[in-house]
């Protein structure tokens, strides 16, 4: 569904990935392990259209997204979740999820995905007329998830859904993560906690210093002594 | 009562200056060119073309719609910061000023209108026409523009764009054409509240600039980017002017809203 | 100067009244630009500041019978004290930046003006100073004027080219391109702000008290109206603001156009020009005139002087130009600190400087840090930590992401202020200091996004906090160490070009200059390897160790693990605002509960 061929990202003269090539297929939960720094949130910014790229190709469903205006990359069925939330925080979080349901593919689908969403999160529910900035941060992260939703997304993209909250919220998001995901959307996660990522992506890329250098099976992934050495700085003996 | 119509004509100015600046990023000084230009506008079609001047509101909607457009355009096209935004539609400003001048000459104008000696009753108070008319098409705007950013799709992206645009566009909102719009809209409220000016006062081109500190204070008072607040805001100012010049002489009205103005400035917390 | 002689030409009083404007306007547009152009802070309030010039004149002189030339000084220390006392309270609220300062001082000039215009200052009528003798410096009235002006102008025009050449301009250079950042260097921008505007004010007051007699009837609405901050800000803009000279250019030629259009007959069309003149400066050169001239002028330049310059491409020759900095270094030591005690009386910890090598001996406790807690809304980043830092030792960083390592180096520079806890440097407390002050007691950091000031040279960014940090050194010194530093990093054939100019490497290469400049006792690296390659990685961490075997210890936040085992004598890994670990990186790294901490744990 979603390809990504040698993709080059730079900030000014600074480049942040270095020709990075993975690919998503429909209905598959693949995940991007790596340190900080290595530019894993450049990376899914860069395919939700969030950051331009400065080479490369980035295709969905065939279609060239390289010179695609940010705003037209939702119509192609992709959503995401950005690092840090990012909520609108001065908006209710009813009318924060009903921004994410802008689009009038989205729009016709809102009060069914409304209760989607709140059967997802229950804690949603309650807080529907609240002030998105008012709610605490696993509730934000919940609506930051349940807006993407909102969207109708055949594309789900996650950064660092599990950044700042206790384990057992940790632990909702991932079971949440899961369902979705069950339900047939593809999801991108790009995880810190890597363990937990691993143990449900379907397929994993490890990202170090802005390049691929391990892919495959999540186990594989696991156990690389690349993965060791990118996060501890030295090779574990197994 | 005449604080609260000088207050709902500072808050009918001040809605489109506080969209504009709190959702746009732009602080549009052009905007009291705008209402002036739009209150000579009136003017001549009510004095010399003879049209009832409320009338002459379908012209100029329409026409400083595109005005707001255009302005929009351009400040856009060259990413202007807000401080250079201030500057550059100052320039504006002084170009509109010296336009109307040029047309109208720097002579007092006074539109005598049906309006301008009709009275209200209610009760035993009469309330001037023009008066009421400006209060009405106060409310009505604000509530208008409050409801439909609440509760309209459209309303709704453009307070996302404000506060986020990169995730809004995220979400497909188009970042330009809607800050065209709502730039487009600002430019019909100028319009408006140029109406309102030219029915109640008599109008000169320096006078473009007596407004500019008061009708501040009110956007700032009533809070950035809000529908609801600059009217509030503008009515509270009004109203204590009115009572400052009741109790003092007239003179001292200024210090009332700029003091707030200053007070607000400072204690204001966080960022712009 | 060939000027003086113009009143004693007998020329017609319409031509030196008009000389007298251009000059009139040269002095407010460049008294603005001492505060507004060169601090970035845009102030609307410059009439505010003119009129109560014009107001002390007209009232001691035309009410009270002073001597108009006594009158003069008075307006300017008037000017000045209600500028600072202003300044004293707007410059301590760290939300009143940009527009919302402008407005502020725009509503200064009306709050001014209605209390003029309501007190016996001027009760309503105005105040006629018809009476007021005008002192003969020159055979006619208007010739005086004139004189008077040409040497306000002339004073004016010393004093703004004096100041981005002294300490105080560098500061406030540094204060527009990135205030917080400056703070942390070691500027005291709250100081430096309100010197700025005093003197700003004194020159607005005084140029107001002499066109008070000029005029000769003054009235509240004419002086404290929007028009004379509008036209200076126009006259800046348009001449540019960051030139000395620049206000004084653009002032001349609104004079002219303004003139020229009165004399034509066409003074409203006088106005849409000046307004479209604006328009068209803000969008077209927001740098102004001067700078254009001075971009195309070094555009044809550049090409010539290239090959002259002492050239040292950046991969060739590494180690000699190493060895070249390295010597050039160790003596300069001694230099900064010579200077540094005897220069810096106010500082607590300046008599300090000389003896440190004596008193804290290397793996003396330098920095200790006891139960440091910050929170963000409600979010402990961090939640109670305690370290030591000893004398001479790199000590490693980590921990995974948001666990704490770049609120806790913010902290401890000053750029955030601690919730609780204690931060202690040498024994002293640095927790409620100002960041310029953190900065002059010996502490330097990097930014994990370079935060170079961008319209200041390469060099002119490592000579601020040569100038600023621990040694307070002299300009001229300043430059000198300045380029040994950028010798050191490699970055001396770019000295004199623009931060934006260089690759990241190379930024983060001037980061590390600009941080040593300050021969600072201890420097604080976050990240300053991210994004580079690994070739680029191998040469700062050489650099690095370099910097350590010169007697400056290291706290080095970093996330290539490969640098902190090669780097670190000892680690600290952070984990959710709080001390996880420490000791030695192999020991730390093998640790069950650090694995976990980085990899997570898996779904049971």
Known sequence: MLEVRDLRVCYGAAPALWGVSLAIHAGELVCVVGPNGAGKTTLINAVAGLQPSSAGRLTMDGRDMTAVAPHRFCSTGIAIVPEGRRLFTRMTVRENLEVGSYLRAARKERARSLEYVCTLFPPVRDKLNMAAGSLSGGQQQMVAIGRALMARPRLLLLDEPSLGLSPAMVLVMFRAICEVHAAGTAVLLVEQNVAMALDIADRAYLLEEGRIVAEGAPDDVFNSPDLRRAYLGIVAEK | ?272 | MALGVVPFLHLPAFYESFLYLVLHWIVLATSWNILSGYSGYFSFGHGAFYGTGVYTTAVLAGKYDVPFLWTLPAAALLAALIGVAIGAVVFRVRSVRGEVFALLTLAVTFVLATIVLNTPIDGGPGIYLSAVSVPALAPTASGTFYVMALILAVVTLMIARWIPQARLGVGLFAIHDDEDAAEVMGVPTYRYKLVALGISCALAGVAGGIQALFVSYVTANSTFNITVPLTVILMSVLGGTRHWAGPALGATAITLLLYASTAADQPVAGKAVSGAILLAAVLFMPNGILELLRAKFARHRLPIAMPSMPAAPQATMPASRINAGATSVTSNPQVSLGQGSAASPELPMANADQQIPAIVHVGAVLLTVRALRKSFKGVHALDGVDLDVHAGEILGLIGPNGSGKSTLINVVSGHYRADSGSVRFLGHELADLPAHRIAGAGIARTYQVPRPFPHLTVRDNVALTAMFGPARLVRSAADKVAMQWLAFTGLRSRADEMPTDLNLHQTKFLELARALASRPRLLMLDEVLSGLTPAEIDEAVALILRIRDQGTTIILVEHVMRVVTALSDRVVVLDQGRVLAHGKVSDIMARNDVAIAYLGVPHA
Not at chain 2, 150 to 176: H, S
Not at chain 2, 213 to 224: I, P
């Open chain 2, 1 to 272: 009562m005449s604080g609260v119509f000088i207050g709902s004509l500072y808050g009918l100015l001040g809605l489109g200056i506080g969209l504009s600046w709190g959702l746009l990023h732009i602080i549009n000084l052009a905007h009291f060119g705008f209402a002036f230009l739009a209150a000579y506008l009136c003017y001549q079609l009510a004095s010399v073309g003879g049209m009832d001047p409320l009338l002459t509101l379908a012209l100029i909607i329409p026409l400083f719609f595109l005005l707001g457009v255009a302005v929009q355009w351009l400040l856009a096209r060259f990413a202007v910061t807000p401080l250079n935004s201030l500057l550059a539609t100052f320039g504006l400003t002084a170009i509109i000023e010296a336009g109307i001048q040029a047309g109208w000459t720097a002579d007092f104008r006074k539109l005598e209108s049906v309006y301008a000696g009709q009275k209200f009753r209610i009760g035993e108070l009469f309330i001037p026409v023009p008066e009421l008319l400006t209060l009405s098409l106060a409310l009505a705007l604000s509530f208008g523009i409050w409801a439909a950013m609440r509760y309209t799709d459209l309303g709704r992206a453009m307070r996302a764009l404000a506060e986020d645009a990169p995730v809004a566009a995220a979400f497909g909102i188009n970042r330009r054409a809607h800050g065209l719009m709502l730039a487009g809209i600002c430019g019909a409220l100028a319009g408006v509240a140029g109406v309102c000016l030219a029915l109640s006062f008599t109008l000169t081109p320096s006078q473009i600039y007596a407004w500019v500190g008061v009708v501040f204070a009110a956007v700032m008072l009533g809070g950035l980017g809000s529908a609801l607040g600059p009217l509030t805001a503008g009515i509270v100012i009004g109203v204590s002017e009115a009572v400052t010049m009741a109790f003092t002489s007239p003179s001292w009205a200024p210090i009332v809203s700029f003091t707030l103005l200053i007070a607000l400035l400072l204690l204001r917390p966080g960022r712009t």
